[in-house]
Every structure is written in structure tokens, then in C-alpha cells.
């Protein structure tokens, strides 16, 4: 009897040489943490390339979470069948028959990982063609067929899909290490920290609000952006830090133009701090090159000076409509459009400098004590945890 199944195509993850069951084991116990709570009796087998879930799956379930962990290319809901040709041809007709009022031609595409298998694979896919022509009437078209089905014979059993569906691709999250993602409430940031998701960080982020000058709408939008990045990597951890008063600060300390990119460098010492404290060894920024005034390459180099870690910025050659899209894509984009108050606005002045040197902010920092002020904006932290009820004390972010 044909049975549910669903297979899950590696990624970058077969490229890699020595270190290769490094990248596999982190890439199943990304894939366990995705299951928890539907998964408990699903049974995980591993091949070279591909990972199979069967036993008593609940496809669709599965198949919404799966789709979400990176270092999976192609998720495809199946039947596993006997290694029979008879049976596979029949099970083909099987999955064909219910679709086959909307269906006018198909085409089968068939693979053996079990070289002992009978049938070559061009021997294989034209039988159960033939059995589907003669059965249905369907008209064959290998160019552009209304449907797929493609038969890979393991070493156990037959699988059977008409059904490929994108993974997100990358590699397992952990494979790179931690990062620190510095977390608006717009729409850059969180795609730059889904990008680096995919490249193998395991991402914590922090979010600066203008308290208490400013109301708590931009850290509900964080968190809610954290929520829904935790569904691609989860048990992340939310910084929310109270950025107000160190921005009035600066500006009584006469930054005008500097005001913007002086705050932006103060970002990133306090965020390189807490990356410390979490064994994190990179920030992430949502910068797009040129984007805005506080995004030219002068000024990125500029607030790069001030960080002891190394700053990623994945979306540093997209353009907006390239961002938006991809917001849409990974379900962040209804939450970035949401009203909020960004701290960024909070005392901008009218013109920010788009040409700027680190040297231009010795004397305003000096008299900021930075030092010190970050180690106050530490000390009011608030640390979440987005998907787990509750947060945890002000104090949290000490403990790594």
C-alpha cells in the first residue's frame, strides 16, 4: 500500500567535503526542533542528499514547517511505494486520476539511487508513462507539462510526487556561528537577518526604541518580527534597549548633522557589547548602499570604525523593491508596514552629513563618556523571548 511520506532535498550541504556530517547533524536537529509537537512519532531517515519523514505524517502540518528550515532545497509531499514496476505504475495512475479533469498532459521524470533497481530510469519513466496515457488518456509533453511526476527509486521503496515546493535553501542555522542583528521596525532589517539565517547564523537581535520619549509601538513591532523570524530559527533572543536619553544627550552635545551616524555608531558599540555577552562574533545591519543619507559608503565606513566586530550587511546591493518582495516572501512585511515610532527620527536633524569620518566624532563622543553610556543603556535592557511566554529581567542580558 502506498504510504504518506515527505522528502526533503539537501541543500549546500552535499558540497561540503570533510566537515560535511558537521553541517548534516546541525541540519537535523534544526529539522527535530521544526517537528516539535506534530512530529513525535515521524520517523527521520537520512541519505546522501535527500531526508525522508514517514510513518503517521500529517503532510500539510509538516510540510508548513519544513518549508522554513534552512539548509532544505525542495520539499515535496509523496507516497513511498514497493520496489515493483507494476506497483509503481499503478500508484502513479493513483495520484493522477483525482487531478486529471484539470490535467491535459504530463510527463513522468525518474531517478534510481538504487542502481540494482531492473528499470534504467529512462526505461522506468517511459512504462509508467505509458500506463498513464493508456489509463487517463493524458496527452504527454516533456517541455511543458500541466503535471510533473517524478519517480525516485531508493534502496527500500519508490517514491512518488507530483508536488515540488522551494525550501529556503542556505545552510543549517548554527553552521556559521552567532550574530547579533540590529532589529528596526522596517522592512530592511529583518529580511538582512532571514539572509543571514540562511547563511548558517543563529541570529539574537536588538531593537533601540527613543524611550522614554517615545511610546513602546516600535518594541511590540519587534517583537512581533521577532515571532515570525523565530519560525525559521527558533528560541531567539530580543534586546530591546532604551536609546532616549543617550540620543538627547548627543544632540546637547551639539551633533547637528552628526546627529543621525553618532547614534548609529553608538548602536553598534552597545550591540558588539551584548554579542559579547552571547558569544555572538558578528553584527547584522539591514544597510542598503545609498538607500539613505546615513547609508552612504563614507558614513557606513564611518560607523564600522566603532565597532570591535565585524558588521554584515546582506542587503547591501538590493534595492528597495527587491527588499519589499522578499519581506512578503518570509512574512515580515505586514508587520513592517504597521505605524510606529522609530527611534531614528527622534531629534534628526533637518540634513544629515552623507560624508563623514571617524575622526569627526572624537570630541562630541568624548563628551559623551561613550564608555559609560553603554554600559548605562545595558544596565535598562529588557530581554525577550518571542515565542515563550513572559521576558526575562532587565538585567538578562548579562548572562550569555
Known sequence: MAQPCV????????LKGRNRGRFEELL????RT???GIGDAVRIRTGRSVTVLSGPVPVEQVVERVRRVPGFNVVQPAIAVPKDAETVAEAAVGLLRDRAPGTESFAV????RDKDFPMRSAELAGFVGARIQRELGLTVDLTSPAVEVTVEVDRKEVYLSTERIPGQGGLPVGASGRAVALLSGGYDSPVAAHRAMRRGLRCHFVHFTGAPYTGPSSAYKAYALVRQLTRYQPDARLYVVPLGTAQRSLATAGAGRLQVVAQRRL???VAAELARRVGARALVTGDSLGQVASQTLSNLATVDEASPLPVLRPLLGWDKTEI???AVRI??????????EDCCRLLAPPRVATGTTPGQFARLEGRLDVERTVEALLERVQVMRPG???????????VA
Open 7 to 14: 522528502l526533503l532535498k539537501h541543500g549546500e550541504v552535499v
Open 28 to 31: 537535523q536537529r534544526n529539522l
Open 34 to 36: 521544526a517537528l516539535d
Open 109 to 112: 521524470r525518474a531517478r534510481r
Open 267 to 269: 548602536m553598534v558599540r
Open 324 to 326: 519589499m518582495e522578499e
Open 331 to 340: 512574512g515580515t512585511a505586514d508587520i513592517s508596514r504597521l505605524p510606529d
Open 388 to 398: 515563550r511566554e513572559g521576558a526575562e529581567g532587565p538585567r538578562a542580558a548579562a
